[in-house]
Every structure is written in C-alpha cells, then in structure tokens.
C-alpha cells in the first residue's frame, strides 16, 4: 500500500519555466511534509519541507504548497534551471504522534531543457 | 565535518553470502533509517530506529538485519535470505525535521 504516491514519472520544462511537481498522500495523521532532490549514484538532498499547520512554504525559487482536504502537496520551481534536472522525491511523516517513520513516494524525474 | 559515511560506496558478493553495509553518523542524530532503491520504485524503508538498542521494520524488511547499539552507528546485514539484494542502499538520521542522508552503497551480488 503505496501511502506516498507521485503519479508523474517524469517532466520535462523549458529553462526560465515553471515546474510543477505533485504528490499525494493516503494516510491522514502525516504532519509534516518533505521535498528532497536527487542525482544518479548520490544520497538525496532536502529542499523544503511544510509543516500540516500551513498550507504554503516558500525558499529562493522554491515554494511548496499543501492542501491537506485534498491530500495533497505540490512543489513549485520558479524559474526552472538546467541545474534544476534530477529526480525529485516527496516525503511524509507523523511528527505530533511522536513516529519517525519516514515514507518516501516513488519520484519524479525532472528535465529542464534550454 | 558533520554528516553521514556510508562504506563501501561499491560491495560485490557472492549469492548466498551475507554482507553488512556501514552506516556511521556524528550529528548526534536520534533517529536513523535504511532505506533501498531500484529503479522506479523511489525509496522503500526496510528498517529504521528512533533509539539507541530499538528499531523497528519498515516496509521490506524481510531479507535483512539491523542493530543499533551505538547513536552514531546502525550496520544493515544483507543476508543471503534476501531474494534480490541487488541494489543502492541509503542511509539517513534525523532529528525531528528534515533527515540526512549519506552517499549510498551500490551492492552488486553476483
């Protein structure tokens, strides 16, 4: 049972683009939200995380954004550089409930094409 | 320099021999978690400890063995149980918030 899902493979944008990336989620006692980018052969890098009690999160060209209703959250890159190509993984875990768990979804490949 | 070492980068082994990837941390981190990747299917927990001398399985545990007797250590033992062992393992700590992760271990059994 896939509790973290992210449903688009792959993406490709044009530098100077925005990027959109979604994620989905299942379980409802996920508090706090993570994004995380990562190049071939390499350990994954945190980019930005939101917490459940907000609904929008801002870094530099990063902005994530959540819709708890819709158990949903999506990470907007603004402009996209070629930089910017990797895979990009979303991550979700039960801070409040004291777990550490961390569940991670499936990825997004990300191209930023010149 | 804080952060996470995994060694080897690169472990070859024999089918039907166990192998114990390291993963050591000086962050002083509480909890720490092991993590496989295959291609597609993103990063799947096999197990993860939020306490020295306690840990608990993730979602593919079966195949493999943790302990975690110190803070700043927690060795995973691939044993020749595991049915596709083939495969680049992470490993991460973290306390509370965002988690670290270290370079991985590309574990090639042949």
């Known amino acids: 049972d896939q509790q973290v899902k992210q449903n688009s493979p792959s993406l490709s944008v044009q530098e100077g683009r925005i990027s959109i990336l979604n994620c989905d989620y299942t379980n409802s006692m996920f508090d706090y939200f993570l994004w995380y980018k990562k190049y071939p052969a390499e350990g994954p890098t945190f980019l930005i995380s939101i917490s459940s009690i907000k609904d929008k999160n801002e870094d530099g060209r990063f902005t994530v954004f959540l819709n708890k209703s819709a158990k949903h959250l999506s990470l907007h890159i603004v402009p996209s550089q070629p930089g910017d190509s990797a895979v990009y993984f979303c991550?979700?875990?039960?801070?409040?409930?004291?777990?550490?768990?961390?569940?991670f979804g499936t990825g997004t490949q990300l191209k930023v094409e010149l | 320099d804080g952060g996470i070492t995994q060694s080897p980068k690169y472990l070859f082994r024999k089918e039907g021999q166990n192998v114990t990837l390291s993963c050591e941390q000086n962050?002083?981190?509480?909890?720490m978690y092991w993590y496989r990747q295959d291609p597609g299917q993103g990063l799947r927990l096999i197990y993860y400890?939020?306490?020295?001398?306690?840990?608990q399985k993730g979602d593919i545990a079966e195949g493999y063995s943790v302990s975690r007797e110190k803070k700043e250590s927690f060795p995973l033992t691939v044993t020749s149980a595991q049915k596709n062992p083939t495969a680049f393992y992470l490993c991460a700590s973290r306390q509370h918030t965002e988690a670290f992760f270290g370079q991985g271990t590309r574990l090639t059994v042949v």
């Open positions: 991550a979700a875990s039960e801070l409040t409930g004291g777990g550490n768990k961390l569940t």
């Open positions: 962050l002083n981190h509480d909890a």
């Open positions: 400890s939020q306490i020295v001398n306690d840990f």
